[in-house]
């Protein structure tokens, strides 16, 4: 157990959908990453908080976002679902803002069908 | 245009026989390299950061090197229990923040 913890950890919906992940970072830990990890793609940033606040952005589509709550649990909300959107969506966590010291969470296999 | 590429995609090693895997990059201004294992069904686990040509770092049976453009991970008699995606990722300094960018992966298969 890394001690980043997401759920759910599988979620099958229909094409047009809205979803919510849900992440709760390391204790201690007020940075989270968001990950999207798909076959072809191989891992890819999409969104780091910081102690509630956006830090930076990489390839997210204008269809998701993201905050992070006073208590530092993130969500990740992915709507107008596409099968495209299939993947494994992984949270990290670090101590600082920013750093390298990533901890990955398990992940959340999504699956729009 | 990838940024980190790793070969091979997939290697199959006979228990105790040693490889390495690679990982080149294209990037400039790079603020460190980083090497980590991921088994199936879970996220990737940490294992080194080498952040200047010339660096070494050693965990058990895994070396990693790191040169201007390529970082290396050599396994040494590899076990059965070393069958992981190793999964490499570079932070340079054209990307936003902390964010890390990774390459597709090696699967590595040890075969007892």
């Known amino acids: 157990d890394s001690g980043v913890t997401q759920t759910p950890k599988h979620l099958i919906t229909a094409t047009g959908q809205r979803v919510t992940l849900r992440c709760s970072p390391r204790?201690?830990?007020?940075?989270v990453y968001w990950y999207q990890q798909s076959l072809d793609q191989g891992l890819q940033f999409l969104i780091q908080y910081y102690n509630g606040e956006e830090r930076a952005k990489g390839n997210i589509l204008e269809r998701f976002s993201a905050q992070q709550f006073p208590d530092l649990h993130s969500e990740l909300n992915l709507s107008s679902l596409e099968l495209g959107d299939s993947a494994l969506y992984f949270c990290?966590?670090?101590?600082?803002?920013?750093?390298?010291?990533?901890?990955f969470g398990s992940g959340t296999r999504l699956t729009v069908v | 245009e990838d940024q980190v590429t790793q070969s091979p995609e997939a290697l199959r090693l006979q228990e105790g026989e040693s490889s390495s895997l690679n990982c080149s990059y294209t990037v400039s201004g790079l603020r460190g390299l980083f090497w980590y294992r991921q088994d199936p069904g879970k996220g990737p686990e940490f294992l080194f950061t080498?952040?200047?040509a010339g660096e070494e770092k050693e965990k058990e049976r895994l070396k990693a090197t790191l040169t201007k453009k390529e970082s290396f991970l050599h396994i040494t008699a590899p076990k059965p229990e070393d069958s992981a995606t190793y999964l490499c990722a570079v932070a340079y300094s054209g990307a936003g923040s902390y964010q890390l960018t990774f390459g597709k992966g090696t699967k590595l298969s040890v075969i007892p």
């Open positions: 990290a966590s670090s101590e600082r803002d920013g750093g390298y010291g990533y901890t």
């Open positions: 080498l952040y200047s």
């Open positions: 204790s201690g830990d007020l940075s």
